[in-house]
Protein backbone atom coordinates (compact mmCIF):
# COMPACT_ATOMS: atom_id res chain seq x y z
CA UNK A 1 0.00 0.00 0.00
CA UNK A 2 1.40 3.43 -0.94
CA UNK A 3 0.64 6.49 1.53
CA UNK A 4 -1.59 7.94 -0.98
CA UNK A 5 -3.83 5.05 -0.73
CA UNK A 6 -3.32 4.82 3.12
CA UNK A 7 -4.13 8.98 3.47
CA UNK A 8 -7.63 8.12 1.62
CA UNK A 9 -8.09 4.98 3.25
CA UNK A 10 -7.92 7.13 7.06
CA UNK A 11 -10.36 9.93 4.78
CA UNK A 12 -12.71 7.94 3.92
CA UNK A 13 -13.06 5.85 7.25
CA UNK A 14 -13.02 9.32 9.26
CA UNK A 15 -15.59 10.66 6.79
CA UNK A 16 -17.85 7.69 7.06
CA UNK A 17 -18.49 8.81 10.81
CA UNK A 18 -19.76 12.02 9.57
CA UNK A 19 -21.95 10.86 6.55
CA UNK A 20 -21.01 7.32 5.43
CA UNK A 21 -23.98 7.47 2.25
CA UNK A 22 -22.37 10.92 1.26
CA UNK A 23 -18.26 9.09 1.62
CA UNK A 24 -18.90 6.17 -0.65
CA UNK A 25 -21.25 8.67 -3.19
CA UNK A 26 -18.20 10.91 -3.52
CA UNK A 27 -15.58 7.61 -3.97
CA UNK A 28 -18.25 6.00 -6.83
CA UNK A 29 -18.38 9.60 -8.63
CA UNK A 30 -14.75 10.06 -8.35
CA UNK A 31 -13.95 6.38 -9.55
CA UNK A 32 -16.89 7.02 -12.43
CA UNK A 33 -15.53 9.50 -13.83
CA UNK A 34 -12.16 8.62 -13.29
CA UNK A 35 -11.18 11.34 -10.93
CA UNK A 36 -9.33 8.88 -8.68
CA UNK A 37 -8.71 5.14 -9.28
CA UNK A 38 -9.57 3.27 -6.06
CA UNK A 39 -7.85 0.86 -3.98
CA UNK A 40 -8.52 -3.00 -6.06
CA UNK A 41 -10.57 -3.88 -2.74
CA UNK A 42 -13.16 -1.00 -3.11
CA UNK A 43 -13.61 -1.25 -6.74
CA UNK A 44 -16.97 -2.32 -5.90
CA UNK A 45 -17.65 1.21 -5.04
CA UNK A 46 -18.11 2.18 -8.96
CA UNK A 47 -20.93 0.25 -9.59
CA UNK A 48 -23.75 1.23 -10.37
CA UNK A 49 -26.14 -0.26 -8.45
CA UNK A 50 -23.87 1.22 -5.22
CA UNK A 51 -24.06 4.31 -6.51
CA UNK A 52 -27.65 4.59 -6.84
CA UNK A 53 -28.00 3.01 -3.17
CA UNK A 54 -25.71 5.32 -1.62
CA UNK A 55 -27.62 8.38 -3.57
CA UNK A 56 -30.79 6.92 -2.40
CA UNK A 57 -29.52 6.53 1.20
CA UNK A 58 -27.70 9.76 0.86
CA UNK A 59 -31.12 11.72 -0.12
CA UNK A 60 -32.81 10.22 3.34
CA UNK A 61 -29.80 11.23 5.24
CA UNK A 62 -29.95 14.92 3.93
CA UNK A 63 -33.90 15.57 4.99
CA UNK A 64 -33.39 13.60 8.12
CA UNK A 65 -30.09 15.35 8.92
CA UNK A 66 -32.09 19.09 9.16
CA UNK A 67 -35.00 18.09 11.42
CA UNK A 68 -34.37 18.79 14.91
CA UNK A 69 -34.48 15.58 17.38
CA UNK A 70 -34.54 13.34 14.01
CA UNK A 71 -31.65 14.19 13.38
CA UNK A 72 -30.05 12.44 16.93
CA UNK A 73 -32.54 9.56 16.46
CA UNK A 74 -30.94 9.13 13.16
CA UNK A 75 -27.37 9.09 14.53
CA UNK A 76 -27.95 6.63 17.36
CA UNK A 77 -29.40 4.08 14.83
CA UNK A 78 -26.00 4.56 12.48
CA UNK A 79 -23.62 4.34 15.45
CA UNK A 80 -24.17 0.46 14.41
CA UNK A 81 -23.56 1.45 10.84
CA UNK A 82 -20.86 3.99 10.04
CA UNK A 83 -18.06 3.11 12.96
CA UNK A 84 -18.50 -0.59 11.59
CA UNK A 85 -18.46 0.91 8.02
CA UNK A 86 -15.29 2.91 9.10
CA UNK A 87 -13.54 -0.20 10.02
CA UNK A 88 -14.33 -2.17 7.13
CA UNK A 89 -12.78 0.70 4.73
CA UNK A 90 -10.11 0.46 6.07
CA UNK A 91 -9.35 -3.32 6.68
CA UNK A 92 -10.09 -4.11 2.70
CA UNK A 93 -7.50 -0.95 2.16
CA UNK A 94 -5.10 -3.45 3.32
CA UNK A 95 -6.05 -6.93 2.03
CA UNK A 96 -2.87 -8.09 0.99
CA UNK A 97 -0.65 -7.48 4.35
CA UNK A 98 -0.90 -10.22 7.03
CA UNK A 99 -4.04 -10.80 9.29
CA UNK A 100 -2.45 -8.97 12.25
CA UNK A 101 -1.95 -6.01 10.36
CA UNK A 102 -5.39 -5.82 8.57
CA UNK A 103 -6.95 -6.05 12.30
CA UNK A 104 -4.98 -2.73 13.10
CA UNK A 105 -6.01 -1.36 10.26
CA UNK A 106 -9.54 -2.14 11.15
CA UNK A 107 -9.27 -1.01 15.12
CA UNK A 108 -8.11 2.42 13.83
CA UNK A 109 -10.36 2.94 10.77
CA UNK A 110 -13.34 2.14 13.38
CA UNK A 111 -11.78 4.51 15.69
CA UNK A 112 -11.69 7.19 13.16
CA UNK A 113 -14.91 6.57 12.26
CA UNK A 114 -16.09 6.81 15.73
CA UNK A 115 -14.60 9.77 17.04
CA UNK A 116 -16.28 11.90 14.65
CA UNK A 117 -19.52 10.03 14.63
CA UNK A 118 -19.03 11.15 18.45
CA UNK A 119 -18.41 14.83 17.40
CA UNK A 120 -21.16 14.55 14.92
CA UNK A 121 -23.52 13.12 17.61
CA UNK A 122 -22.91 15.10 20.86
CA UNK A 123 -22.77 18.72 18.45
CA UNK A 124 -26.03 17.67 17.28
CA UNK A 125 -27.35 17.05 20.72
CA UNK A 126 -26.06 20.01 21.45
CA UNK A 127 -28.38 22.09 18.64
CA UNK A 128 -31.41 20.27 19.74
CA UNK A 129 -31.33 22.07 23.28
CA UNK A 130 -31.33 25.58 21.48
CA UNK A 131 -34.95 26.77 20.37
CA UNK A 132 -34.28 27.53 16.73
CA UNK A 133 -34.02 25.03 14.22
CA UNK A 134 -31.17 26.69 11.57
CA UNK A 135 -28.12 25.07 13.61
CA UNK A 136 -29.53 21.67 12.32
CA UNK A 137 -29.30 22.39 9.21
CA UNK A 138 -26.04 24.64 9.19
CA UNK A 139 -24.34 21.66 11.05
CA UNK A 140 -25.73 19.35 8.29
CA UNK A 141 -24.19 21.40 5.12
CA UNK A 142 -20.99 21.74 6.92
CA UNK A 143 -20.72 18.13 7.97
CA UNK A 144 -21.55 17.47 4.39
CA UNK A 145 -18.97 19.75 2.92
CA UNK A 146 -16.37 18.53 5.21
CA UNK A 147 -16.57 15.04 3.78
CA UNK A 148 -16.88 15.86 0.53
CA UNK A 149 -13.83 18.29 0.70
CA UNK A 150 -11.52 15.72 3.05
CA UNK A 151 -11.75 13.06 0.29
CA UNK A 152 -11.14 15.35 -2.63
CA UNK A 153 -8.05 16.77 -0.86
CA UNK A 154 -6.57 12.79 -0.19
CA UNK A 155 -7.37 12.46 -4.08
CA UNK A 156 -5.74 14.91 -4.93
CA UNK A 157 -3.23 16.65 -2.04
CA UNK A 158 -2.61 13.62 0.37
CA UNK A 159 -0.11 15.70 2.30
CA UNK A 160 -2.48 18.29 2.84
CA UNK A 161 -5.57 16.23 3.12
CA UNK A 162 -3.59 14.48 6.04
CA UNK A 163 -3.26 18.02 7.62
CA UNK A 164 -7.03 18.80 7.31
CA UNK A 165 -7.76 15.65 8.71
CA UNK A 166 -5.44 16.18 11.88
CA UNK A 167 -7.29 19.21 11.98
CA UNK A 168 -10.52 17.60 11.98
CA UNK A 169 -9.70 14.78 14.71
CA UNK A 170 -8.57 17.89 17.05
CA UNK A 171 -11.57 19.85 16.21
CA UNK A 172 -13.79 16.52 17.19
CA UNK A 173 -11.88 16.21 20.40
CA UNK A 174 -12.60 19.86 21.66
CA UNK A 175 -16.29 19.50 20.62
CA UNK A 176 -16.63 15.99 22.39
CA UNK A 177 -15.40 18.15 25.49
CA UNK A 178 -16.77 21.34 24.86
CA UNK A 179 -20.57 20.13 24.20
CA UNK A 180 -20.68 17.51 26.65
CA UNK A 181 -22.24 19.53 29.24
CA UNK A 182 -24.82 20.57 26.19
CA UNK A 183 -25.51 16.65 26.02
CA UNK A 184 -26.30 16.36 29.75
CA UNK A 185 -28.78 18.88 29.04
CA UNK A 186 -30.66 17.28 26.13
CA UNK A 187 -31.22 13.92 28.11
CA UNK A 188 -32.14 16.13 31.51
CA UNK A 189 -34.39 17.83 29.16
CA UNK A 190 -35.99 14.09 27.19
CA UNK A 191 -36.72 12.94 31.13
CA UNK A 192 -38.53 15.60 31.82
CA UNK A 193 -40.75 15.58 28.89
CA UNK A 194 -40.97 11.75 29.46
CA UNK A 195 -42.20 12.38 33.06
CA UNK A 196 -44.60 14.81 31.82
CA UNK A 197 -46.39 12.71 29.25
CA UNK A 198 -46.27 9.63 31.47
CA UNK A 199 -47.66 12.59 34.60
CA UNK A 200 -50.69 13.12 32.05
CA UNK A 201 -51.25 9.65 30.94
CA UNK A 202 -51.63 8.37 34.55
CA UNK A 203 -55.57 8.62 35.36
CA UNK A 204 -56.20 10.47 38.66
CA UNK A 205 -58.14 8.35 41.72
Known amino acids: ?????????????????????????????????????????????????????????????????????????????????????????????????????RLAAGLLGGSLALTTHSAKATARLAANTSPEPFSNSLLSVLEDTATIFLLGLAASHPLLAGLALAFVLGLCAVLLYTCFKFTRMFFAKLRRWVRANAAESTPAD
Not at 6 to 16: I, K, M, Y
Not at 30 to 49: H, K, S, V
Open 1 to 101: MDWSSLGLAAAASSTSGLNLYATVLTLSLMQRFGWLQLPAEWRILGETWVMILAGILFAIEFVADKIPYVDSAWDAVHTFIRVPAGAILMASAFANVDPST
